[in-house]
């Protein structure tokens, strides 16, 4: 018999090792580079939160106040730009106004903490009045930075409006250029009105509410820049339409309607132009650009099977898609005009593309190996659109799909089944702060609005 | 059957070479991760990035009618009872404390070291040693930012800065402290030519408009390395906003840049 | 005598009644009103009025004194024309708002079916025809990603397609994808899947008039189980007989 050769694996083996040293590299390098482009580098300043003080006895002060300083450590929480000081450590005293303050007793150890919020909240005749300040705890010299008052109706809504507008306050002073999102909004599809309708909540799953009563089947929803009106592609008797919600008017108002089925609506940034697919021109589904009106509508693509468009927010010069051209659906770049047609990914199964607010990232959904017998799951990643660099974000192979970025381009929302069926959840960009967002019915293709 | 035996007697004759070859390769691989391990020390790996499998997830419900107090995360990455940004150091070190009331002399400098933060617990990895200093006074563990100038080191920026307003950085800690913090985590070294083994510094200095925005990005010295000075520069120019001044309608920084860091 | 006296009394009172009456009436003189702001007027008309599908109508309006004019939430100048293709009667708003108030105006534009070329129109279809219909143009089915049609499949639509064309049946092709793809690939696969039958049909000597194609992605599934079986049994063109 022949002796066997076996050096081959040895040498197989170490270009492997290698390859990996290099990968390792390479990731490392991406990771960096995607972490600034997320401007989630940074050190975090130490912020402590204590309980606002109840400034009267009202009966409806001390509810209001409980709702209050959960939703107002929720947002500053999950902005993922504090380090926030435990509760645990806290001194005994809690100032409601700057009279009371004690700085030393907050900057030093065991609080340590570099800025402080405090203030009082009480209800008088059916108005809730909130007064808040920010302080420089380290600093003895000019220690206010902020220093708000807020009177609203004495609701448990009003008070989480006014948490949410303090805390998006307090990240525009100190998150060195980064916008607060406490106020912003998720519109989603939800199945648990009968059957699926377009909603809208609260960015932390608060205040869901019903927006659409088409009766048929509503998708994709894509809210305007200015927030005043909602798209969608809506199921009529016979046909799939771009249609138009108005948010002002609470109904839905004329957009222009084809004889073909029309998907995916998305908004340019300026609100000047919406893209979308139609099978209007040759019945396969292609990509358009028309005004905002609807009116205009020029094809951009010419592929078979192109579908969900996505502007670069940041420019507005360029379009993500997803084609079917080769085969499995991969995710492509062009100019906003057409031209200039980039393929970015070249594998598996590549969905759904979300562009970051500063024009760096795409976001998508990718199953890296997809088959026959594969049960169908993607997981969520990041893509720096200069460099190619691609980092993965969601890890359980279970359905994840339809990412979609926050405001301050460090959240991304998506839709998930890991509890079992599809919900809506949202994390930090960098896998932090991961919330379940609904949990009634079935809830997908979440959008985050504009500001 | 005896022609299996005589296969097997003749592969045993065989072994010592194979055997050989395998502790050999074997021990290269052990030494091959023993160095990928130590170098990736110095980055982050691969795959510690994101949301893992089996993250204990808790459900946080903030509903507007029954306020539930808040679930603590467990098995959360970044949330921790922790003092600050040391909380991952492995060892005591020796840490020169400046007294709390001390008040920033304009025109000393004072060396600070501010750590690179921890972004991920390694869950199979040691806590990484940050190669710092020996005088680091860590962010929030330390006195105050010394006023508007100051040196800073971090893991992978070394460097200083100055305001040219000498009231700004008394008055606005807080807001130099953002300043320092989006530049240093803004500076990709791995741009810069890893040849450079003789520390070379690039100034750079700009204006901080009134909405916040860097004016005015130019070198103010060159380092003499290309590389280097352009990666200073980017770090700035990537920035779109500090956030709106608190007073005035200009502020004049510098910043330098100390390659390599250490 | 004493009816004469009576009357003039009557009379009388009556034309007393009156003066008092008229006098309560009176109103008081109005103090001189201030000049009230001009009028908004708006007025938006649809010309023509009714279209066959596929046709175009313009839309011109006019508004005075009005400084916010909006036609279905989109702003508008205060006068101007649009042209407008609706593929079912639709009824449009124009909202001008000014310093005296807000006015609208609504138009409304007809849509009638197109007219058939054929000058003999189809037979109605009868209760026996939906059964057949069920019969001889049944679903075909798809290998997973892929639109184009499986032998099998094109023999079923070459059959199916004799009888289509024999009765002059009218057909919607719906494509459909099994549910582990992403909602809206799947909308476009869909239709890729609906175009391949509707082609193989034109090839089988069908008019493309007589043919509609639809997609439903995943959003109409046979069957819910993570299994092969059954996404096998979603991955399919489904046809159905328009009335």
Request: glycine share 8%.
């Amino acid at each position: 018999m022949v002796k066997e050769k076996r050096n081959g694996t040895g040498k197989s083996s170490l270009l492997l090792l290698g390859f990996m040293l290099l990968g390792s590299f390479l990731s490392a390098a991406a990771q960096d580079r995607i972490k600034i482009e997320l401007n989630m580098g940074q050190e975090r300043p130490r912020l402590a939160v204590p309980d606002f003080k109840a400034a009267n006895g009202d009966p409806q002060t001390a509810p209001l106040n409980t709702v209050f300083n959960q939703v107002l450590w929720n947002d500053l929480d999950n902005a993922g730009i504090f380090d926030m000081v435990a509760k645990s450590f806290y001194p005994s005293q809690t100032p409601g106004q700057p009279a009371e303050l004690q700085a030393k007793a907050w900057g030093d150890p065991p609080p340590n903490a570099g800025v402080l919020t405090f203030g009082s909240l009480g209800v008088n005749n059916g108005k809730v009045d909130v007064q808040g300040w920010l302080y420089d705890v380290k600093n003895p010299g000019a220690p206010q930075i902020l220093g708000k008052q807020y009177k609203e109706d004495a609701t448990p809504d009003m008070a989480r409006m006014i948490a949410h507008r303090f805390a998006d306050e307090i990240i525009a002073r100190l998150g060195s250029g980064i916008a607060g999102i406490a106020e912003s909004q998720i519109y989603f599809v939800s199945t648990r009105s009968g059957n699926k309708e377009i909603w809208s909540m609260d960015y932390d799953g608060a205040n869901q509410k019903q927006i659409t009563k088409l009766g048929s089947i509503a998708l994709s929803p894509r809210i305007s820049p200015d927030g005043s009106r909602l798209a969608f592609s809506g199921l009529t008797r016979d046909s799939w339409q771009i249609m138009m919600y108005s948010l002002e008017l609470g109904r839905t108002v004329a957009f222009p309607r084809n004889a073909g089925d029309n998907f995916s609506p998305a908004w340019a940034s300026d609100g000047t132009k919406i893209a979308f697919a139609s099978t209007i021109h040759s019945g396969l589904s292609e990509i358009f650009v028309a005004d905002a009106n609807g009116a205009g509508a020029r094809r951009l693509s010419t592929g078979k099977g192109d579908v969900s468009p996505v502007f670069n927010p940041k420019t507005n010069g360029q379009i993500a898609w997803v084609s079917g051209r080769t085969g499995l659906p991969q995710i492509y770049v062009m100019d906003a005009d057409g031209s200039n047609v980039q393929k970015m990914t070249d594998q598996g199964y590549a969905v759904s593309p979300a562009w970051s607010p500063n024009g760096l990232l795409l976001a998508f959904a990718w199953v890296r190996n997809y088959g026959p017998g594969v049960l169908g799951g993607s997981d969520i990643y990041l893509m720096d659109i200069a460099s190619r660099q691609i980092i993965q974000l969601t890890h359980d192979g279970g359905r994840n799909d339809f990412p979609s970025w926050s405001p301050d381009g460090r959240h991304i929302v998506f839709q998930s089944n890991r509890t079992g069926n599809e919900q809506i959840w949202s994390v930090l960009a960098d896998g932090t702060h991961l919330q379940q967002l609904t949990r009634q019915g079935r809830n997908s293709q979440p959008n985050w609005s504009f500001k | 059957m005896a022609y299996a035996k005589a296969n097997i007697f003749y592969e045993r004759e065989e072994w010592k070479k194979p055997v050989l070859l395998s502790v050999g390769f074997h021990g290269l691989l052990v030494l091959s991760i023993a160095v990928w391990g130590y170098v990736a020390q110095q980055h982050s790996t691969a795959n510690d990035w994101g949301i893992k499998q089996g993250d204990a997830v808790t459900a946080q419900l903030v509903s507007a009618s029954i306020p539930i107090p808040k679930a603590e995360q467990s098995d959360n990455i970044v949330a921790n009872e922790s003092k600050g940004v040391t909380q991952t150091q492995p060892e005591a070190k020796p840490v020169e404390q400046p007294p709390d009331d001390a008040v920033p002399i304009q025109g000393k400098v004072k060396p600070q070291k501010i750590e690179k933060p921890v972004q991920q617990a390694h869950v199979t990895q040691p806590p990484r040693p940050v190669p710092t200093p020996e005088t680091a006074v860590p962010y929030g563990e330390g006195g105050p930012v010394s006023g508007p100038f100051g040196s800073v080191t971090t893991a992978n920026y070394k460097g200083g800065f100055s305001f040219q307003n000498a009231d700004f950085g008394g008055k606005y800690g807080w807001y130099v402290d953002g300043v320092k913090r989006r530049v240093q985590a803004n500076w990709l070294t791995y741009e810069i030519d890893p040849r450079i083994k003789a520390p070379h510094r690039a100034f750079i200095e700009f204006d901080i408009t009134r909405d916040g925005s860097p004016a005015n990005v130019h070198l103010a010295q060159s380092s003499g390395v290309p590389s280097l000075d352009q990666s200073a520069m980017r770090a700035i120019q990537r920035i779109d906003s500090f956030g709106k001044l608190p007073e005035g309608n200009s502020v004049t920084v510098d910043f330098w840049f100390d390659y390599p860091p250490k | 005598m004493n009816k004469s006296k009576s009357n003039r009394i009557v009379v009388l009172g009556v034309l007393a009644f009156l003066m008092v009456a008229s006098g309560c009436k009176k109103k008081q003189p109005a103090p001189p009103p201030p000049p009230p702001p001009k009028a908004v007027s708006a007025t938006l008309s649809a010309n023509p009025t009714s279209i066959e599908a596929g046709q175009s109508a313009t839309l011109t309006w006019s508004t005075e004194n009005a400084t916010d004019v909006a036609l279905d939430g989109n702003k508008v100048d205060p006068s101007g024309s649009q042209t407008v293709s609706p593929t079912q009667t639709t009824t449009y708003h124009l909202t001008a708002k000014g310093a005296a108030g807000t006015q609208e105006a609504t138009a409304q534009v007809s849509v009638t079916p197109k007219a058939t070329p054929t000058p003999t129109p189809a037979p109605t279809p009868t209760v026996t025809d939906d059964q057949l219909f069920a019969q001889m143009v049944k679903d075909i089915y798809f290998d997973y990603d892929k639109a184009d049609l499986r032998p099998d499949a094109q023999q079923a639509l070459a059959q199916a397609a004799q009888v289509i064309k024999q009765k002059g049946w009218k057909v919607q092709i719906e494509g459909n994808c099994d549910d582990r793809g992403s909602t809206e690939y799947n909308l476009a696969l869909g239709e890729r899947r609906a175009d391949s039958a509707k082609q193989a049909l034109i090839r089988d000597g069908i008019s493309a008039d007589v043919l509609k194609t639809i997609s439903y992605g995943k959003e109409k599934p046979q069957c819910t189980d993570q299994n092969e079986d059954c996404w096998q049994k979603n991955r399919r063109d489904h046809f159905s007989l328009l009335h």
